[in-house]
């Protein structure tokens, strides 16, 4: 009975420590791709480049007209 008891300890044990580590499986889509992630970074680099300015002069206004009469 001994024996048993141990054993079921050792196996719950190695149980709940294979549960809590991370898994290191990863799916063939999330690999990385050294051609994508080139392109990514001249598109980024040319985004950067091409920056409009954040803020454009106000257009002016004219005043209200005044009747002459």
Request: net charge positive.
């Amino acid at each position: 009975m001994k024996r048993t008891g141990l054993a079921l300890q050792v196996v719950t044990a190695l149980a709940v420590w294979a549960s809590l580590t991370p898994a290191q499986a990863v799916p063939p889509t999330v690999t990385p791709s050294p051609g994508y992630d080139a392109r990514l970074q001249e598109q980024r680099a040319a985004q950067r480049r091409h920056v409009e300015p954040a803020f454009k002069p106000a257009v002016k206004r004219r005043g209200k007209k005044v009747p002459t009469h």
